[in-house]
Structures are given as structure tokens and as C-alpha cells.
């Protein structure tokens, strides 16, 4: 594995999952909202325009090696080509809603050191994670059924940590 997508809804443990895979298989671990919020010079971070972030995302992608956590269905198939892995992490709806409340309770809308952006939660993106298994997922299945890439999907909290137990660990300083 020297690819990694790791996708699904928010709320899911995309970003803990993401970090901990990076750290077994000594893998750099990229983020798309960290790249995809944009700093202005006022400090303010604003979204990335679709064509800033084609370019950005194609650049992530062009790396020989990575974990990318994160969602934007509009570039996820270019992902998915070039990834030799993809994790979906397919949790509950009340899963999900879950890990975001507990995520708001961590963050309190602070910066979130881990992926460089601050932890937001407004009603557009509570409507997204409702409405993601009969909006985002039909989509995501489709990709992935099409994908020639190995594909993991992940129920529940149990599996991950079934999945990352299978996977071994990187001895220190020793590079993958």
C-alpha cells in the first residue's frame, strides 16, 4: 500500500484513520480540507476555486506516495485511478452525527492542529451527512465498483480497529 484513499462521510474517522495509517506504513498523510481552504491575506480561509482545486488535487494525487483523507465526489474518480487502495468508511448516519458532536466537544470550533483548518459545523453540512447515504454513497459504490484499485469497506468503529491490527507496524526509522 503505498496509495491510500481513505473516503466517507464526516463524522466518520476519516482524519484518525488517515493519521494512524500514515504512521504504521510511513506513509505522508494529506488532507483535503487542508488543501482545499485556501488562506487569504487577510487571514481569512476561503474555498478554493473548482479550478485552483482540480490543479491542487491533481498535484496531490501525482505524489509516488500518500494517504489522502477526505471527500470531494467532484475529483474523486481521478483519486480512485491513481490510489492502489481505497478505504470507504460506510458508518450509520447516527454514527456519523455522532463522531461530529464529539469532533464540535474536542474542537470547539478552534483550529484543528491535525489537518490545519478550523473545526466548522453549520446547517449545510449537518444536511450533507443526513441526506450522504442517499446522496454521496449511491455515487461512491458506483466508483467503487469500477475502481481496479484493492477496496476496503468498513461498517463500524469494530471493523477499523480490526483492519488496522491486521496491518503491520513500522518499526521506527525505518522508511517504508
Known amino acids: 500500500m503505498r496509495r491510500i484513499a481513505v473516503i466517507g462521510c464526516g463524522g466518520t474517522g476519516k482524519t484518525t484513520l488517515s493519521n494512524e495509517l500514515g504512521r504504521r506504513l510511513g506513509l505522508p498523510v494529506l488532507h483535503i480540507d487542508g488543501h482545499y481552504w485556501q488562506q487569504r491575506p487577510d487571514g481569512e480561509r476561503v474555498e478554493s476555486t473548482p479550478e485552483q482545486w482540480r490543479a491542487i488535487h ?10 489522502i483523507d477526505g471527500m470531494k465526489l467532484g475529483v474523486l474518480p481521478a483519486r480512485l485511478q491513481t490510489a492502489d487502495t481505497v478505504v470507504f ?7 456519523c452525527l455522532w463522531g461530529v458532536l464529539r469532533r464540535r466537544l474536542r474542537y470547539r470550533g478552534q483550529m484543528r492542529p491535525d489537518i490545519g483548518v478550523y473545526d466548522r459545523i453549520n446547517a ?3 444536511r450533507w451527512i443526513w441526506s450522504f447515504g ?4 449511491p455515487r ?5 465498483s469500477e475502481c481496479s484499485c484493492e477496496v476496503v469497506v468498513l461498517g463500524s468503529r469494530s471493523e477499523v480497529r480490526s483492519f488496522l491490527r491486521s496491518l503491520p507496524h513500522l518499526q521506527p526509522g525505518v522508511a517504508a
Open 58 to 67: 491533481a498535484e496531490m494525487i501525482a505524489r509516488e506516495r500518500w494517504v
Open 89 to 95: 468508511l460506510d458508518l450509520p448516519v447516527w454514527r
Open 124 to 126: 449545510e453540512f449537518v
Open 134 to 137: 442517499t446522496t454521496a454513497r
Open 140 to 144: 461512491i459504490l458506483d466508483l467503487l
